[in-house]
Protein backbone atom coordinates (compact mmCIF):
# COMPACT_ATOMS: atom_id res chain seq x y z
CA UNK A 1 0.00 0.00 0.00
CA UNK A 2 1.73 3.29 -1.34
CA UNK A 3 1.73 6.18 1.24
CA UNK A 4 -0.43 8.59 -1.48
CA UNK A 5 -2.28 7.90 -4.54
CA UNK A 6 -0.90 9.74 -7.81
CA UNK A 7 -3.19 12.18 -7.62
CA UNK A 8 -1.76 12.58 -3.73
CA UNK A 9 2.00 12.57 -4.25
CA UNK A 10 1.89 15.06 -7.01
CA UNK A 11 -0.06 17.65 -4.64
CA UNK A 12 2.11 16.59 -1.76
CA UNK A 13 5.10 16.86 -3.38
CA UNK A 14 4.14 20.40 -4.64
CA UNK A 15 3.21 20.99 -0.94
CA UNK A 16 7.19 20.13 -0.36
CA UNK A 17 8.38 22.37 -3.40
CA UNK A 18 6.05 25.39 -1.56
CA UNK A 19 7.35 24.69 2.03
CA UNK A 20 11.10 25.66 0.96
CA UNK A 21 10.60 27.70 -1.93
CA UNK A 22 11.05 31.52 -1.32
CA UNK A 23 7.47 33.04 -0.56
CA UNK A 24 8.37 36.29 -2.84
CA UNK A 25 9.45 34.86 -5.94
CA UNK A 26 6.13 33.84 -8.86
CA UNK A 27 7.18 30.01 -8.13
CA UNK A 28 5.16 30.04 -5.46
CA UNK A 29 1.76 30.60 -7.17
CA UNK A 30 3.06 27.52 -9.54
CA UNK A 31 2.93 25.25 -6.40
CA UNK A 32 -0.52 27.02 -5.13
CA UNK A 33 -1.59 26.02 -8.71
CA UNK A 34 -0.97 22.48 -8.27
CA UNK A 35 -2.19 21.78 -4.79
CA UNK A 36 -5.38 23.93 -5.05
CA UNK A 37 -6.48 23.24 -8.84
CA UNK A 38 -10.05 24.61 -9.37
CA UNK A 39 -10.03 25.99 -6.15
CA UNK A 40 -6.91 28.46 -6.71
CA UNK A 41 -7.94 31.83 -6.50
CA UNK A 42 -5.49 34.25 -8.68
CA UNK A 43 -3.43 36.87 -6.89
CA UNK A 44 -0.84 39.19 -7.91
CA UNK A 45 2.14 37.70 -8.94
CA UNK A 46 4.72 40.08 -6.62
CA UNK A 47 3.50 38.94 -3.13
CA UNK A 48 3.00 42.48 -1.38
CA UNK A 49 0.99 44.09 1.52
CA UNK A 50 -2.15 45.76 0.23
CA UNK A 51 -3.31 49.18 3.02
CA UNK A 52 -6.60 48.07 2.94
CA UNK A 53 -6.60 44.13 4.01
CA UNK A 54 -6.36 42.70 7.28
CA UNK A 55 -6.26 38.88 6.45
CA UNK A 56 -3.89 36.54 4.65
CA UNK A 57 -4.85 35.89 1.20
CA UNK A 58 -7.57 33.49 0.87
CA UNK A 59 -5.22 30.62 -1.09
CA UNK A 60 -3.63 30.44 2.85
CA UNK A 61 -6.54 28.41 4.44
CA UNK A 62 -6.95 26.65 1.13
CA UNK A 63 -3.61 25.21 1.42
CA UNK A 64 -3.36 24.27 5.08
CA UNK A 65 -6.16 22.33 4.50
CA UNK A 66 -5.09 20.35 1.92
CA UNK A 67 -1.85 19.72 3.27
CA UNK A 68 -4.33 18.20 6.55
CA UNK A 69 -6.01 16.38 4.54
CA UNK A 70 -2.98 15.03 2.69
CA UNK A 71 -0.86 14.24 6.08
CA UNK A 72 -4.19 12.65 7.75
CA UNK A 73 -4.67 10.73 4.77
CA UNK A 74 -0.92 9.05 4.59
CA UNK A 75 -1.02 8.71 8.29
CA UNK A 76 -3.82 6.70 8.21
CA UNK A 77 -2.33 4.44 5.93
CA UNK A 78 0.91 4.29 8.16
CA UNK A 79 -1.11 3.08 11.30
CA UNK A 80 -2.38 0.34 8.95
CA UNK A 81 1.08 -0.57 7.86
CA UNK A 82 1.38 0.35 4.81
CA UNK A 83 4.87 0.05 3.35
CA UNK A 84 5.95 2.81 2.33
CA UNK A 85 8.83 3.88 -0.21
CA UNK A 86 12.15 5.27 1.28
CA UNK A 87 11.34 8.38 -1.02
CA UNK A 88 7.71 8.75 0.38
CA UNK A 89 8.45 9.59 3.99
CA UNK A 90 10.50 13.03 3.25
CA UNK A 91 7.12 13.59 1.54
CA UNK A 92 5.20 12.98 4.12
CA UNK A 93 7.21 14.50 6.95
CA UNK A 94 7.90 17.33 5.28
CA UNK A 95 3.48 18.03 4.37
CA UNK A 96 2.89 17.27 8.00
CA UNK A 97 4.87 19.93 9.21
CA UNK A 98 4.16 22.70 6.64
CA UNK A 99 0.27 21.83 8.13
CA UNK A 100 1.60 22.64 11.70
CA UNK A 101 3.48 25.83 10.33
CA UNK A 102 0.63 27.29 9.08
CA UNK A 103 -1.56 25.55 12.34
CA UNK A 104 0.80 27.54 14.44
CA UNK A 105 1.17 31.02 12.19
CA UNK A 106 -1.30 33.09 14.17
CA UNK A 107 -0.40 31.92 17.46
CA UNK A 108 3.16 32.46 16.77
CA UNK A 109 2.19 35.90 14.99
CA UNK A 110 0.27 36.94 18.53
CA UNK A 111 2.63 36.01 20.86
CA UNK A 112 4.76 37.90 18.81
CA UNK A 113 3.24 40.80 18.66
CA UNK A 114 3.30 40.62 22.67
CA UNK A 115 7.00 40.75 22.65
CA UNK A 116 6.79 43.79 20.38
CA UNK A 117 4.18 45.60 22.65
CA UNK A 118 6.43 44.58 26.05
CA UNK A 119 3.92 41.89 27.64
CA UNK A 120 5.68 38.55 26.73
CA UNK A 121 2.60 35.86 27.20
CA UNK A 122 5.26 33.38 28.22
CA UNK A 123 2.49 30.95 30.14
CA UNK A 124 0.81 30.83 26.73
CA UNK A 125 4.16 29.91 24.99
CA UNK A 126 4.25 27.12 27.43
CA UNK A 127 1.38 25.80 26.26
CA UNK A 128 1.61 26.46 22.84
CA UNK A 129 4.35 24.36 22.67
CA UNK A 130 2.87 21.70 24.23
CA UNK A 131 -0.12 21.85 22.11
CA UNK A 132 2.93 21.54 19.60
CA UNK A 133 4.76 18.73 21.17
CA UNK A 134 1.54 16.53 20.86
CA UNK A 135 1.08 17.48 17.43
CA UNK A 136 4.78 16.75 16.08
CA UNK A 137 4.39 13.38 17.86
CA UNK A 138 0.95 12.91 16.29
CA UNK A 139 2.08 13.05 12.88
CA UNK A 140 5.81 12.15 12.96
CA UNK A 141 6.22 9.87 16.00
CA UNK A 142 4.06 6.89 13.79
CA UNK A 143 5.63 3.71 12.22
CA UNK A 144 7.76 4.49 9.79
CA UNK A 145 9.06 7.73 10.35
CA UNK A 146 12.18 8.44 10.93
CA UNK A 147 11.95 11.87 12.24
CA UNK A 148 13.86 12.60 15.77
CA UNK A 149 11.06 13.64 18.15
CA UNK A 150 14.30 15.44 19.98
CA UNK A 151 14.26 17.85 17.26
CA UNK A 152 10.81 19.66 18.30
CA UNK A 153 12.18 21.82 19.96
CA UNK A 154 14.56 23.14 17.14
CA UNK A 155 11.16 23.11 14.52
CA UNK A 156 9.66 25.41 17.10
CA UNK A 157 12.73 27.69 16.61
CA UNK A 158 12.59 27.36 12.52
CA UNK A 159 8.51 28.08 13.15
CA UNK A 160 9.25 30.85 15.10
CA UNK A 161 12.07 32.93 12.79
CA UNK A 162 9.84 31.82 9.87
CA UNK A 163 6.97 33.47 11.12
CA UNK A 164 9.01 36.90 12.74
CA UNK A 165 10.77 37.02 9.09
CA UNK A 166 7.21 36.97 7.52
CA UNK A 167 6.40 39.77 9.53
CA UNK A 168 9.82 41.75 8.73
CA UNK A 169 9.42 41.44 5.36
CA UNK A 170 5.91 41.27 4.04
CA UNK A 171 4.58 43.86 6.52
CA UNK A 172 6.88 46.31 6.39
CA UNK A 173 8.94 46.16 3.05
CA UNK A 174 6.24 47.59 0.84
CA UNK A 175 5.34 47.80 -3.08
CA UNK A 176 3.46 45.73 -5.58
CA UNK A 177 6.19 46.30 -7.83
CA UNK A 178 8.54 43.48 -9.53
CA UNK A 179 11.29 45.81 -7.93
CA UNK A 180 9.89 45.45 -4.70
CA UNK A 181 8.77 42.10 -4.66
CA UNK A 182 12.84 41.51 -5.89
CA UNK A 183 14.11 42.88 -2.71
CA UNK A 184 11.99 41.30 -0.62
CA UNK A 185 12.81 38.24 -1.68
CA UNK A 186 16.21 39.08 -1.76
CA UNK A 187 15.95 39.76 2.13
CA UNK A 188 13.93 36.17 2.40
CA UNK A 189 16.93 35.01 1.02
CA UNK A 190 19.70 36.65 2.86
CA UNK A 191 17.66 35.04 5.68
CA UNK A 192 17.17 31.77 5.38
CA UNK A 193 19.89 31.16 1.52
CA UNK A 194 18.80 29.59 -1.28
CA UNK A 195 18.77 26.11 0.49
CA UNK A 196 16.20 26.30 3.07
CA UNK A 197 16.73 22.24 3.67
CA UNK A 198 20.44 22.94 4.66
CA UNK A 199 19.03 26.02 6.74
CA UNK A 200 16.85 23.91 8.38
CA UNK A 201 19.94 20.97 9.05
CA UNK A 202 22.67 22.81 10.27
CA UNK A 203 23.45 25.93 8.37
CA UNK A 204 20.94 28.19 10.69
CA UNK A 205 24.15 28.14 13.44
CA UNK A 206 26.51 29.65 11.15
CA UNK A 207 24.61 32.96 9.35
CA UNK A 208 26.35 34.91 11.98
CA UNK A 209 29.53 34.41 10.16
CA UNK A 210 28.23 35.90 7.07
CA UNK A 211 28.48 39.67 6.70
CA UNK A 212 25.37 41.72 4.75
CA UNK A 213 26.46 44.75 2.55
CA UNK A 214 23.60 46.45 1.74
CA UNK A 215 23.84 49.12 -1.25
CA UNK A 216 21.47 51.69 -2.52
CA UNK A 217 20.69 55.55 -2.56
CA UNK A 218 19.26 57.31 0.68
CA UNK A 219 16.22 57.06 0.99
CA UNK A 220 15.74 53.55 -0.54
CA UNK A 221 14.92 51.81 2.95
CA UNK A 222 18.74 50.01 3.54
CA UNK A 223 17.62 50.70 7.79
CA UNK A 224 14.58 48.87 7.25
CA UNK A 225 15.85 46.01 5.35
CA UNK A 226 18.88 45.79 7.86
CA UNK A 227 16.33 45.73 11.09
CA UNK A 228 14.22 42.49 9.01
CA UNK A 229 17.49 40.47 8.93
CA UNK A 230 18.65 41.25 12.12
CA UNK A 231 15.25 40.70 14.32
CA UNK A 232 14.66 37.73 12.09
CA UNK A 233 17.73 35.40 12.90
CA UNK A 234 17.29 31.91 14.43
CA UNK A 235 16.40 32.07 18.05
CA UNK A 236 16.61 28.83 19.86
CA UNK A 237 13.67 27.61 22.14
CA UNK A 238 14.52 25.87 25.57
CA UNK A 239 12.04 23.16 26.15
CA UNK A 240 13.19 23.30 29.92
CA UNK A 241 11.93 26.83 30.74
CA UNK A 242 9.53 27.38 28.25
CA UNK A 243 11.55 30.08 26.70
CA UNK A 244 13.06 31.63 23.79
CA UNK A 245 17.27 32.03 24.29
CA UNK A 246 17.01 35.76 23.09
CA UNK A 247 14.45 38.34 23.34
CA UNK A 248 14.58 38.93 19.71
CA UNK A 249 13.57 43.22 20.01
CA UNK A 250 17.56 43.49 21.57
CA UNK A 251 18.87 42.12 18.55
CA UNK A 252 19.38 44.87 16.50
CA UNK A 253 21.92 47.66 17.12
CA UNK A 254 22.14 50.74 14.41
CA UNK A 255 24.99 53.01 14.47
CA UNK A 256 24.78 55.76 11.73
CA UNK A 257 28.66 56.27 11.16
CA UNK A 258 27.95 59.43 9.30
CA UNK A 259 26.44 61.30 11.99
CA UNK A 260 29.60 60.63 14.20
CA UNK A 261 33.40 61.84 14.91
CA UNK A 262 36.45 59.10 14.46
CA UNK A 263 36.86 58.84 17.96
CA UNK A 264 32.77 58.18 19.06
CA UNK A 265 33.15 55.79 16.27
CA UNK A 266 35.30 53.63 17.54
CA UNK A 267 34.14 54.17 21.05
CA UNK A 268 30.25 52.95 19.88
CA UNK A 269 31.83 50.07 17.89
CA UNK A 270 34.88 48.89 20.18
CA UNK A 271 33.83 50.53 23.63
CA UNK A 272 36.45 51.86 25.72
CA UNK A 273 38.76 51.96 29.18
CA UNK A 274 38.41 54.76 31.67
CA UNK A 275 40.74 57.26 31.13
CA UNK A 276 41.91 56.20 27.27
CA UNK A 277 40.56 59.91 26.19
CA UNK A 278 39.39 62.67 27.62
CA UNK A 279 36.19 62.58 28.59
CA UNK A 280 36.58 58.26 29.24
CA UNK A 281 34.78 58.98 32.94
CA UNK A 282 34.35 55.11 32.92
CA UNK A 283 34.63 52.04 31.21
CA UNK A 284 32.27 51.54 28.41
CA UNK A 285 31.14 48.19 26.50
CA UNK A 286 31.01 49.08 23.13
CA UNK A 287 28.05 47.69 20.61
CA UNK A 288 30.58 44.60 19.35
CA UNK A 289 30.23 43.94 23.26
CA UNK A 290 26.94 44.28 23.90
CA UNK A 291 25.54 42.34 20.59
CA UNK A 292 23.67 39.23 21.38
CA UNK A 293 25.05 36.29 19.76
CA UNK A 294 21.70 36.12 17.76
CA UNK A 295 21.96 40.26 17.02
CA UNK A 296 23.42 42.20 14.41
CA UNK A 297 25.02 45.28 14.26
CA UNK A 298 24.02 47.57 11.69
CA UNK A 299 27.10 49.97 10.21
CA UNK A 300 24.91 52.44 8.34
CA UNK A 301 27.02 54.59 5.28
CA UNK A 302 29.95 52.29 6.20
CA UNK A 303 31.41 54.41 3.46
CA UNK A 304 32.47 56.95 6.23
CA UNK A 305 34.57 54.71 7.76
CA UNK A 306 38.51 56.24 8.05
CA UNK A 307 41.08 53.57 6.94
CA UNK A 308 42.54 53.05 11.03
CA UNK A 309 38.97 52.19 11.73
CA UNK A 310 38.81 50.14 8.85
CA UNK A 311 41.51 47.94 9.58
CA UNK A 312 40.15 47.30 13.13
CA UNK A 313 36.84 46.16 11.47
CA UNK A 314 38.81 43.87 9.56
CA UNK A 315 40.00 42.15 12.39
CA UNK A 316 36.46 41.85 13.77
CA UNK A 317 35.68 40.27 10.30
CA UNK A 318 38.50 37.97 9.90
CA UNK A 319 38.84 36.96 13.63
CA UNK A 320 35.63 37.69 15.58
CA UNK A 321 38.59 39.49 18.04
CA UNK A 322 38.40 43.21 18.98
CA UNK A 323 40.04 45.35 21.73
CA UNK A 324 38.31 48.39 23.48
CA UNK A 325 40.23 51.20 23.20
CA UNK A 326 42.87 52.21 25.60
CA UNK A 327 42.49 48.45 26.35
CA UNK A 328 44.81 45.16 25.36
CA UNK A 329 42.46 42.42 26.33
CA UNK A 330 40.90 40.92 23.84
CA UNK A 331 37.12 40.64 23.39
CA UNK A 332 34.97 38.46 21.29
CA UNK A 333 32.04 39.01 19.37
CA UNK A 334 29.23 36.97 18.63
CA UNK A 335 26.79 38.19 16.53
CA UNK A 336 26.31 39.38 12.58
CA UNK A 337 27.49 42.09 11.07
CA UNK A 338 25.06 44.40 8.42
CA UNK A 339 26.67 47.28 6.53
CA UNK A 340 25.44 49.76 4.48
CA UNK A 341 26.04 52.63 1.57
CA UNK A 342 25.44 54.41 -0.66
CA UNK A 343 28.17 55.26 -2.62
CA UNK A 344 29.48 52.81 -5.29
CA UNK A 345 32.00 50.60 -3.68
CA UNK A 346 33.87 49.94 -6.45
CA UNK A 347 34.80 53.26 -7.31
CA UNK A 348 35.81 53.91 -2.97
CA UNK A 349 38.29 51.38 -3.39
CA UNK A 350 39.84 53.03 -6.95
CA UNK A 351 39.87 56.07 -5.44
CA UNK A 352 41.82 54.59 -2.37
CA UNK A 353 39.00 55.63 0.04
CA UNK A 354 37.77 52.20 0.76
CA UNK A 355 40.03 48.87 1.71
CA UNK A 356 39.68 46.37 -1.31
CA UNK A 357 40.23 43.77 1.79
CA UNK A 358 37.59 44.48 3.37
CA UNK A 359 34.96 45.07 0.85
CA UNK A 360 35.76 41.72 0.47
CA UNK A 361 34.79 40.67 3.72
CA UNK A 362 31.82 41.91 3.41
CA UNK A 363 30.67 41.35 0.02
CA UNK A 364 29.59 37.51 0.56
CA UNK A 365 25.74 38.89 0.83
CA UNK A 366 24.94 41.93 -1.24
CA UNK A 367 21.40 43.06 -1.48
CA UNK A 368 20.38 46.01 -3.67
CA UNK A 369 17.83 48.48 -2.85
CA UNK A 370 15.54 49.77 -5.66
CA UNK A 371 14.94 53.47 -6.42
CA UNK A 372 11.37 54.49 -6.32
CA UNK A 373 11.78 55.89 -9.59
CA UNK A 374 12.21 51.68 -10.33
CA UNK A 375 9.73 50.70 -8.07
CA UNK A 376 7.45 52.78 -10.04
CA UNK A 377 8.78 51.81 -13.38
CA UNK A 378 6.13 49.84 -15.18
CA UNK A 379 3.81 50.14 -11.90
CA UNK A 380 3.11 53.41 -11.76
CA UNK A 381 -0.55 52.87 -9.69
CA UNK A 382 2.19 51.71 -6.76
CA UNK A 383 2.46 55.39 -6.21
CA UNK A 384 -0.81 55.58 -4.44
CA UNK A 385 -0.33 52.34 -2.35
CA UNK A 386 2.84 53.79 -0.74
CA UNK A 387 0.72 57.38 -0.18
CA UNK A 388 -1.51 55.54 1.67
CA UNK A 389 1.49 54.13 4.02
CA UNK A 390 3.05 56.85 4.38
CA UNK A 391 -0.11 59.12 5.09
CA UNK A 392 -1.76 56.43 7.21
CA UNK A 393 2.11 56.90 9.50
CA UNK A 394 1.67 60.85 9.07
CA UNK A 395 -1.83 61.40 9.56
CA UNK A 396 -3.36 58.57 11.24
CA UNK A 397 -5.90 55.92 9.78
CA UNK A 398 -9.16 57.97 9.69
CA UNK A 399 -7.07 61.06 7.36
CA UNK A 400 -4.67 58.94 5.49
CA UNK A 401 -7.07 57.98 2.02
CA UNK A 402 -8.54 61.86 2.15
CA UNK A 403 -4.84 62.75 2.21
CA UNK A 404 -3.50 60.18 0.02
CA UNK A 405 -6.27 61.62 -2.28
CA UNK A 406 -4.88 64.91 -2.12
CA UNK A 407 -1.09 64.42 -2.61
CA UNK A 408 -1.79 62.12 -5.74
CA UNK A 409 -3.85 65.05 -7.22
CA UNK A 410 -1.19 67.17 -6.80
CA UNK A 411 1.29 65.49 -7.72
CA UNK A 412 -0.25 65.02 -11.01
CA UNK A 413 -1.18 68.36 -11.66
CA UNK A 414 2.42 69.91 -10.66
CA UNK A 415 4.79 67.24 -11.37
CA UNK A 416 6.32 65.10 -14.81
CA UNK A 417 4.36 62.03 -15.27
CA UNK A 418 8.38 60.72 -15.09
CA UNK A 419 9.36 62.45 -12.03
CA UNK A 420 12.85 60.91 -11.03
CA UNK A 421 11.81 60.93 -7.16
CA UNK A 422 15.51 61.29 -6.70
CA UNK A 423 15.16 61.93 -2.80
CA UNK A 424 13.13 58.30 -3.18
CA UNK A 425 10.60 57.21 -0.45
CA UNK A 426 12.43 59.60 1.84
CA UNK A 427 11.46 62.52 -0.46
CA UNK A 428 8.27 61.20 -0.89
CA UNK A 429 7.43 61.42 2.33
CA UNK A 430 8.46 64.82 2.78
CA UNK A 431 6.24 65.53 -0.44
CA UNK A 432 3.21 64.04 2.03
CA UNK A 433 3.83 66.27 5.01
CA UNK A 434 4.48 69.53 2.69
CA UNK A 435 1.40 68.94 1.32
CA UNK A 436 -0.25 68.52 4.20
CA UNK A 437 0.65 71.66 5.93
CA UNK A 438 0.81 73.56 2.56
CA UNK A 439 -1.09 72.44 0.05
CA UNK A 440 1.81 72.28 -2.20
CA UNK A 441 5.67 70.33 -2.51
CA UNK A 442 8.77 72.27 -3.82
CA UNK A 443 11.32 69.99 -5.19
CA UNK A 444 15.12 70.86 -4.31
CA UNK A 445 16.50 72.68 -7.10
CA UNK A 446 19.42 70.36 -7.15
CA UNK A 447 17.25 67.04 -7.37
CA UNK A 448 14.68 68.43 -9.63
CA UNK A 449 15.44 68.02 -13.57
CA UNK A 450 14.46 70.40 -15.88
CA UNK A 451 11.97 68.75 -18.34
CA UNK A 452 15.06 67.99 -21.76
CA UNK A 453 16.93 66.42 -18.37
CA UNK A 454 13.71 64.54 -17.46
CA UNK A 455 13.34 64.09 -20.75
CA UNK A 456 17.12 61.92 -21.59
CA UNK A 457 16.62 60.35 -18.04
CA UNK A 458 13.80 58.98 -19.30
CA UNK A 459 15.13 57.21 -22.28
CA UNK A 460 18.46 56.39 -20.71
CA UNK A 461 16.14 54.70 -18.03
CA UNK A 462 14.03 53.09 -21.09
CA UNK A 463 10.92 54.30 -19.11
CA UNK A 464 9.14 55.41 -22.53
CA UNK A 465 7.34 53.77 -25.19
CA UNK A 466 8.15 54.10 -28.60
CA UNK A 467 5.22 56.34 -29.45
CA UNK A 468 5.99 58.68 -26.92
CA UNK A 469 9.76 58.82 -27.55
CA UNK A 470 8.64 59.67 -30.94
CA UNK A 471 5.95 62.47 -29.52
CA UNK A 472 8.80 63.79 -27.18
CA UNK A 473 11.58 63.83 -29.47
CA UNK A 474 9.56 65.72 -32.00
CA UNK A 475 8.40 68.20 -29.59
CA UNK A 476 11.78 69.06 -27.89
CA UNK A 477 12.76 69.95 -31.67
CA UNK A 478 9.96 71.57 -32.81
CA UNK A 479 10.34 73.63 -29.24
CA UNK A 480 13.76 74.71 -30.10
CA UNK A 481 13.20 75.79 -33.31
CA UNK A 482 9.03 76.67 -32.81
CA UNK A 483 9.04 76.19 -36.97
CA UNK A 484 7.26 72.66 -38.48
CA UNK A 485 9.33 73.13 -41.51
CA UNK A 486 12.53 73.53 -39.38
CA UNK A 487 11.71 70.68 -37.25
CA UNK A 488 10.92 68.45 -39.99
CA UNK A 489 14.03 69.71 -41.97
CA UNK A 490 15.94 68.41 -39.05
CA UNK A 491 14.57 65.21 -38.77
CA UNK A 492 13.77 64.48 -41.95
CA UNK A 493 10.46 63.76 -41.77
CA UNK A 494 7.45 65.72 -43.23
CA UNK A 495 6.04 68.65 -41.62
CA UNK A 496 2.24 67.52 -41.62
CA UNK A 497 3.71 64.32 -39.61
CA UNK A 498 5.76 66.51 -37.36
CA UNK A 499 2.62 68.71 -36.30
CA UNK A 500 0.17 65.31 -35.68
CA UNK A 501 2.98 64.21 -33.20
CA UNK A 502 3.36 67.43 -31.08
CA UNK A 503 2.57 66.60 -27.36
CA UNK A 504 0.87 69.59 -25.87
CA UNK A 505 1.57 68.96 -22.52
CA UNK A 506 5.14 68.40 -22.89
CA UNK A 507 5.77 71.43 -25.15
CA UNK A 508 3.84 73.55 -22.30
CA UNK A 509 6.25 72.38 -19.93
CA UNK A 510 9.04 73.33 -22.44
CA UNK A 511 8.28 76.35 -22.81
CA UNK A 512 7.70 76.96 -19.21
CA UNK A 513 11.06 76.32 -18.33
Not at 273 to 290: Q, W, Y
Not at 387 to 393: K, Q, V, Y
Not at 415 to 426: H, I, S, T
Amino acid sequence: MALFTDTERGAAEAVVNLSYCNPFLPERIDYERTILGKTFVATDGAWHKHVEEDAERPNIGLLTQRAKELADGARERLIRGAKTREAERPIYEDTALYYLYNKYAEPLLEYIISVEQGNPADTILADMYRHFQKDVAYYLGVPGVMFDLGEAPHMFGCFFQLRRAWRNIYDYIIGGSMASARLRAAVWQSIFTCDMRRYRRGLYRKMGDITTLIVGPSGTGKELVARAIALSRYIAFNPGTNRFATNFTHCFYPINLSALSPTLIESELFGHKKGAFTGAIADRAGFLEVCLADGAVFLDEIGELDPPIQVKLLRVLQARLFQRIGDSADRRFEGKVIAATNRDPAKEMEEGRFRADLYYRLCSDIIVTPRLRDQLEGSPEQLYNLLLFITRHVAGVDEAEALADEVAAWIRGNLEPDYAWPGNVRELEQCVRNILIRKAYQPSKSQSLGPRESFLDAVAARRLTADELVRRYCTLVYAETENYQEAARRLGLDWRTIKAQIDQSFLETLRSA
